[in-house]
């Protein structure tokens, strides 16, 4: 009987996963028929209903929500265990997917991956930039790159970065007839443009530090956006305050086209960490990766 099921669960087990059999069919390259002919055939053979379908979504049943738990992780591990006999080639081959947040994806991971992925050509790599926390156990992510505070603490973390120090800065063209902020609360007088934070859906406080006591401040503007490069383009154009890893616009005070505030005030926030489940065996290929890490944390 498992012979006969074994293909007919993994079609269940990414419709399950992906609530649709039109995503599910788009990521195992099949058509949506083939998927929905193959889930009729498994039900038909247990006796049971393990999807609920409507005009509009795709659920598990009862069920079919007991079979997810029990057998996804068990596929799981076979894919590991598998993925590891990579290991037995010459040359190292695999995916590896990784969530991150913009900041982290561009001014940590990626210098270090380039040079990493021309060693290994045979390594695929995915990044999912975003600022929300996502579940890497469940969304099946190798690692996650985030600030320290946001690690969870079921998670093995690995320091990548120093400190981070944040800046406040605006365009000559907004500080034109404008007087410059001397104090935090300044910033109240001026335009600021926000940063949505997906994950609460809330505005992120700017924090500063004076006298060494902690101070936050909500600022306003007419401008709102969810990227780290959506804003530096509104300060550019003249839009008003950003405030931001001071990376992100290092070469732009440089060059004059933008104007730092408020240096003093501005903090050191903790450094980003590499993250990952505690499971016993990883693939080869993140294995690689994640000793290229660890060996960088030694210089």
Known sequence: MLQKNINDLLVFLSVAKERSFTKAASKLGVSQSALSHTMRNLEGRLGIRLLMRTTRSVAPTEAG???????????????????????????????????????????????????????????????DVDFALKDIVTEQYDAGIRLGELVHKDMIALPISPEIRMAVVASPHYLENRSIPKKPKDLLKHQCVNLRLPTVGNLYAWEFEVNRREIKVNVEGQVICNTLTQMLQAALDGFGFIYVPEDEVSIAIQQGRLVRVLEDCCPYIPGYYLYYPNRRQHSYAFSLFLKMFQNQNKK
């Open 65 to 127: 929500e007991l079979l997810l738990r029990n057998i996804a992780p068990r596929v799981e591990e076979m894919e590991q265990e598998l993925s590891r006999v990579i290991e037995f080639k010459q040359q190292p081959a695999g995916t590896i997917r990784l969530t991150a947040d913009e900041h982290a994806a561009n001014f940590i991971l990626w210098p270090r991956l380039r040079s990493f992925l021309k060693d290994y050509p045979d390594i695929k790599l995915e990044i």
